[in-house]
């Protein structure tokens, strides 16, 4: 079993050096530039952005760091105009990604600027005792059924798994008997593969971390998922366009880690400059999250500078008690992993705002205590937390069907 694993490693890393791509080589560019004193890093992305001379949103070039503050933010629709205007060819990679607006995004790539990303990655993967090309067990949407997908899962060694609907428990079985070194994916699907492999008495074994993504997660679903997989988890937070942009070290923090990304907290959204990408210019790119940042003094992982609070998209960040009243709507998730510390309960949620002061949650599964102890508990803590008088409406519901596949968002505002 041991060789097979790792002739399954090197086939995944023989296969970036078919591709040409050089991931090794930047990874060390990465170490490096961390390594560096923050002056002389910025220095070398001045010069690095002076050399490539990005444009930015009203098509101006930009020569310096120090010229970012100026510039105009650009928008995804920015990003697509000015993309559809230029000249320039990427060497065959491209990414799309329609957003939570719904806006379809064309990113492309030359194969520099893949394997920088890639780099990026192996780079926060080898600080937790990891490395690109093991065996992975990607915690996904339902795999592509084209051949395409399926050579290059082979290839990369790993294998999609979409623990939900129909033959979850079978799909789970299946996770845990193929012996994956990894699990990466969606938080609220692993969180369900947790849940289902405790159910079932499954009992992984040889897993090294459990990287969340694309989603939120509690500290209670957080050491959930840790017991089950025998495994510390490990919070991603990235883009399409970027890939990797923060991710968490053993000490808990969200450090900044792509060396090449300017990233900067403006008036409740983060913007993002590449200063090396050519493929397409990316200066002070409204990414659409709004994040909170953080100088510390941990230097485990990439930058000192880390992601200390992520609220989430702008579009769905506001709850309201009346049209004059709102709060953000990351106290759910306090409250609501409050309550699962409290009652040692796990489960997914979604929370629908369908009136002024009017919310239904929505869970996963019965709790442990029941639907109207969670009620009561969330009513209670809303009021004294945010020191409310208005009457507030709490429907909790079980919709164990209702989470779809994708990206799951903790809290719609439909009002």
């Not at 993002?272 to 790119?285: C, L, P």
């Not at 489960?347 to 709790?367: A, M, R, W």
Request: aromatic share 10%; hydrophobic share 40%.
């Amino acid at each position: 079993m041991k060789a097979l694993f790792f002739f399954r490693y090197v086939l995944a890393r023989l296969t970036y050096l078919v591709l040409r791509l050089p991931v090794a080589r930047f990874q060390a560019e990465v170490e490096d530039l961390w390594g560096l004193v923050p002056n002389e890093r910025l220095q070398r992305l001045s010069r690095i952005l002076n050399k490539n001379q990005p444009k930015d949103a009203q098509g101006v070039a930009v020569h310096s760091l120090s010229e970012l503050p100026d510039r105009p933010p650009m928008s995804k629709a920015d990003l697509r105009a000015m993309s559809a205007a230029s000249s320039t060819v990427a060497s065959g990679f491209s990414r799309h990604t329609a957003g939570t607006t719904g806006e379809p995004t064309h990113i492309s790539l030359s194969r520099t600027e893949l394997a920088q990303m890639l780099a990026v990655r192996a780079y926060c993967y080898n600080k937790h005792g990891l490395k690109l090309g093991q065996r992975e067990a990607r915690v996904w949407g339902r795999a592509a059924n084209s051949l395409t997908a399926k050579i290059r899962d082979f290839l990369l060694n790993r294998k999609v798994f979409y623990p939900a609907e129909d033959g979850a428990e079978e799909t789970v079985e299946k996770l845990v008997k193929w012996s994956p070194e990894y699990l990466y994916g969606y938080t609220s699907l692993i969180l369900e593969a947790a849940q289902i492999a405790q159910k079932k008495g499954h009992k992984p074994r040889g897993v090294k971390a459990v990287i969340c993504t694309a989603e939120s997660i509690l500290p209670a679903q957080k050491k959930f998922i840790a017991e089950v997989f025998g495994a510390p988890v490990f919070e991603e937070y990235g883009s399409t366009e970027f890939d990797v942009i923060a991710f968490e070290c053993s000490r808990g923090h969200l450090h900044l880690v792509n060396p090449w990304l300017c990233v900067e907290e403006e008036e409740d959204t983060v913007l993002i400059t590449d200063v090396s990408r050519k493929s397409q210019s990316i200066v002070r790119y409204q990414l659409g999250d709004s994040v909170s940042l953080a100088k510390g003094d941990c230097r485990e992982l990439g930058s000192t500078c880390s992601i200390e609070e992520l609220r989430g998209r702008t579009a769905q960040q506001f709850a309201y008690i009346n049209p004059e009243q709102k709060f953000h709507a990351v106290v759910f998730g306090r409250a609501l992993n409050t309550y699962m510390e409290q009652t040692g309960d796990c489960f997914k949620f979604t929370i629908v705002q369908v009136g002024y002061s009017e919310f239904n949650l929505y869970v996963s599964e019965p709790t442990m205590r029941g639907l109207e102890d969670l009620r009561l508990f969330l009513k209670s803590n809303l009021k004294t937390g945010l020191s409310l008088t208005d009457h507030l409406e709490i429907r909790v519901l079980v919709n164990g069907d209702g989470f779809s596949e994708g990206k799951h968002t903790y809290f719609i505002q439909k009002l």
